[in-house]
Nanobody
């Protein structure tokens, strides 16, 4: 059974910090790129930050650059999102995603798994 369980969300004042965790099981974590997305009700789910399988490459949405840091611990099958200098606009449900593409016999197969989300609310 594949599980991705986010935690660490909550209510924080503007300027504060939160650290989200996504604990995973049921797949080979070290072979997957990981990312964090967020979604407001009625809006699309947007990419916040991503990290490759080795942890050597990261990328961020422009809106969070310099404030958020994505990291991973392959020994613990967990990905993190450190969120500093939080703003009310960061309020959303945050989701983690595991992603891998395999090419087998010239066929492209995509593996994609999502967590259930954790709510982050930033008050002004």
């Amino acid at each position: 059974q594949i599980d991705l369980v986010e935690s660490g969300g909550g209510l924080v004042q503007a300027g504060g910090s939160l650290r989200l965790s996504c604990a995973t099981s049921g797949f080979i974590f070290s072979m997957y790129d990981m990312s964090w997305y967020r979604q407001d009700p009625g809006k699309e789910r947007d990419l916040v930050a991503a990290i490759d399988a080795t942890g050597g490459k990261t990328n961020y949405a422009d809106s969070v650059k310099g404030r958020f840091t994505i990291s991973r611990d392959n020994a613990k099958n967990t990905v993190f999102l450190q969120m500093d200098s939080l703003k009310p606009d960061d309020t959303a449900e945050y989701y983690c995603k595991a992603y891998k593409v395999e090419i087998v016999s010239n066929r492209r197969r995509v593996y994609e798994y999502w967590g259930q989300g954790t709510q982050v609310t930033v008050s002004s």
